[in-house]
């Protein structure tokens, strides 16, 4: 079984940045992040290969954030800059042991509790 805990979500101004944190307990093949505001859908915003070879995501949060991975610690990183309010999401980590057909939430099995991430106006 994985686990994963997530952390790094704070009150942050409008077009600050904030770094939020990943630590995966087993092995993942993929793993991401995901965003839900209240009253709103989970959605995708990144994911990234095991190895860190190929990254993806989605087109509201391309060239503002960045995924990464630190392979040895099985971390994952997403660096998000340019924020702005409607980033306002509890943001969750998630990953699968297998590869997965669309970056759509029912593809992954595991679930980190979330943290908010609060941009204020």
């Known amino acids: 079984q994985v686990r994963l805990v997530e952390s790094g979500g704070t009150l942050v101004q409008a077009g600050g940045s904030l770094k939020l944190s990943c630590v995966a307990s087993?092995?993942?093949?993929?793993m991401g992040w995901f965003r839900q505001a209240p009253g709103k859908e989970r959605e995708f915003v990144a994911a990234?290969?095991?190895?860190?070879?190929?990254?993806y995501y989605a087109d509201s949060v391309k060239g503002r954030f960045a995924i990464s991975k630190v392979y040895a610690k099985n971390a994952v990183y997403l660096q998000m800059n340019s924020l702005k309010p409607e980033d306002t999401a509890v943001y969750y980590c998630?990953?699968?042991?297998?590869?997965?057909?669309?970056?759509?939430?029912?593809?992954?099995?595991?679930w980190g509790q979330g943290t908010q991430v609060t941009v204020s106006s």
């Open positions: 998630a990953a699968t042991t297998r590869g997965v057909t669309v970056p759509s939430p029912g593809e992954f099995d595991y």
């Open positions: 087993g092995r993942t093949y993929l």
């Open positions: 990234i290969l095991f190895d860190g070879s190929s990254t």
